[in-house]
């Protein structure tokens, strides 16, 4: 069974950097590209950024230049360093694969709130 348990959420203060990291079991990590998906209250789902299976990564714009997606296969894990964190990027942030159209699994989210 595929599971997805994202982790490293937490309260910063604008300007202030998270990392997050989202460990995959069940599944031959290094094969799959990985993504992380946010929600905002209010909003729809946002992908933030996405890395292919051989690494090769995309940014939504409004994460360009501060977010950086990684992955390390032999812990079977991604990771996003958050940096230059503003009011607006507060949101659940959830890890995601998707191999199909109904093979689409998601973690459980964390909550990640940038406020003074």
């Known amino acids: 069974e595929v599971h997805l348990v994202a982790s490293g959420g937490g309260m910063v203060q604008p300007g202030g950097s998270l990392r997050l990291s989202c460990v995959g079991s069940?599944?031959?990590?290094?094969?799959?590209?990985m993504r992380w998906v946010r929600q905002a209250p209010g909003k729809g789902p946002e992908l933030v950024a996405s890395?292919?299976?051989?690494?090769?990564?995309n940014y939504a714009d409004s994460v360009k230049g501060r977010f950086t997606i990684s992955r390390e296969n032999a812990k079977n894990t991604m990771y996003l360093q958050m940096n230059s964190l503003k009011p607006e990027d507060t949101a659940v942030y959830y890890c995601?694969?998707?191999?199909?159209?109904?093979?689409?699994?998601w973690g459980q989210g964390t909550q990640v709130t940038v406020s003074s």
């Open positions: 995601n694969t998707k191999w199909t159209a109904r093979l689409n699994y």
């Open positions: 069940g599944f031959t990590f290094s094969q799959y590209d």
């Open positions: 890395i292919t299976s051989g690494g090769v990564t």
